[in-house]
């Protein structure tokens, strides 16, 4: 089913679905579609929807319900990533590949260490919407605003955190072992302040390191989810 190409609306009404602009336009203009096709359709959620196309008008396509495929394309946990914010390009590949690779939430952050604090939301919203078509999901990632770091390590956080760091005491990474829902801090170039790492700590953030290189921060929330998102 990851193969297939679907769509995304947020108009769904008991069994119908309402594709217009964007998805409506590529359905009918690019691919041609006519009644009675069938086509996939998300609600963005994590509900996949298998359709018949019931009629393809000037501004919108309207199609039928025919079947259901609850979470389709995504993962067994919830890793979501926060992350220091970076340089325009390398964020973009960031977003993109973080969505490949199943991460559930982004919550950009302003550090100590941070040279970019301000993103191109609809940009960043083109770029993730692209990515979970591409790959096959059913639930578009949230990406949230961004905020200064201790503001977020200072959130009531229900599952367990872990803090990046490049300290050699610090414990591996690792998979295996039951997959668990959890929140991975990501500095940007030049990682955390040591204070930064203190306030997660006491915060209940666990350190930990994901290798003995160093590593761009879009290549290391790429390795940390490879590594803990089943």
């Not at 790959?135 to 949230?144: A, D, T, Y």
């Amino acid at each position: 089913m990851a193969n297939e190409q679907f769509f995304f609306s947020y108009r769904i009404e008991k069994d119908l679905v309402c594709l217009d602009r964007d998805e409506h336009h590529h359905l009918s203009r690019v691919l041609r579609k006519i009644a009675g096709d069938a086509v996939l359709v998300s609600d963005g959620k994590g509900m996949l929807y298998q359709t018949e196309i019931l009629h393809v008008g000037q501004d919108e396509t309207h199609c039928r319900i025919t079947g259901t495929f609850p979470l389709a394309g995504e993962s067994a946990n919830k890793v979501s990533l926060a992350v220091g914010m970076i340089k325009t390009a390398h964020w973009e590949i960031l977003l993109e590949k973080a969505v490949e690779l199943g991460v559930y939430e982004i919550f950009p952050i302003i550090t100590r260490y941070t040279v970019k604090s301000g993103m191109k939301r609809e940009r960043c919203e083109k770029i993730i919407l692209s990515a979970v078509k591409q790959c096959g999901r059913s639930r578009i990632p949230e990406l949230h605003e961004p905020l200064p770091f201790s503001d977020l390590v200072r959130k009531k956080h229900k599952d367990p955190i872990y803090i990046c760091d490049n300290q050699e005491d610090y414990p591996l990474l690792r998979t295996g072992g039951t997959p668990e829902d959890c929140l991975v801090l990501v500095g940007p170039e030049g990682g955390f302040h040591p204070d930064e790492i203190r306030l997660a700590r006491d915060a209940g953030a666990r350190p930990v390191v994901l290798t003995n290189r160093r590593l761009r921060t879009e290549t290391a929330c790429m390795l940390t989810l490879s590594r803990l998102v089943v």
